[in-house]
């Protein structure tokens, strides 16, 4: 069982950055693939970044060059760098784990609660 923790959102202006973080439970964090969903408002959850055991990363289209995903596996933590932020990024993020390589909300087991954030114009 993995509970997580997600913190570190808040209102921000377009072309801010924030920093999310995600805190696990459990011995076997370094296991997981971890990632980074998110949901607006009358939308669907939609993939944002995930990082594998091995660290490999991968980015949806719509984040690529401006978010980063890092893990820390001895502070059984996930952190996602958030840079020039635009208020289409504005939503409620959710940090999951699962044994998968894949980036559909469907393979990941675990969510926190999400943290929201609001970029404003």
């Known amino acids: 069982q993995v509970q997580l923790v997600e913190s570190g959102g808040g209102l921000v202006q377009a072309g801010g950055s924030l920093r999310l973080t995600c805190v696990a439970s459990g011995r076997t964090f370094s296991t997981y693939a971890m990632g980074w969903f998110r949901q607006a408002p009358g939308k669907e959850r939609e993939f944002v970044a995930r990082?594998?055991?091995?660290?490999?990363?991968g980015y949806a289209d719509s984040v690529k060059g401006r978010f980063s995903i890092s893990r820390d596996n001895a502070k059984n933590t996930v952190y996602l760098q958030m840079n020039s932020l635009k208020p289409e990024d504005t939503a409620v993020y959710y940090c999951a784990a699962g044994r998968t390589s894949d980036t559909a909300s469907h393979f990941y087991n675990y969510w926190g609660q999400g943290t929201q954030v609001t970029v404003s114009s």
């Open positions: 990082i594998l055991w091995s660290a490999v990363t």
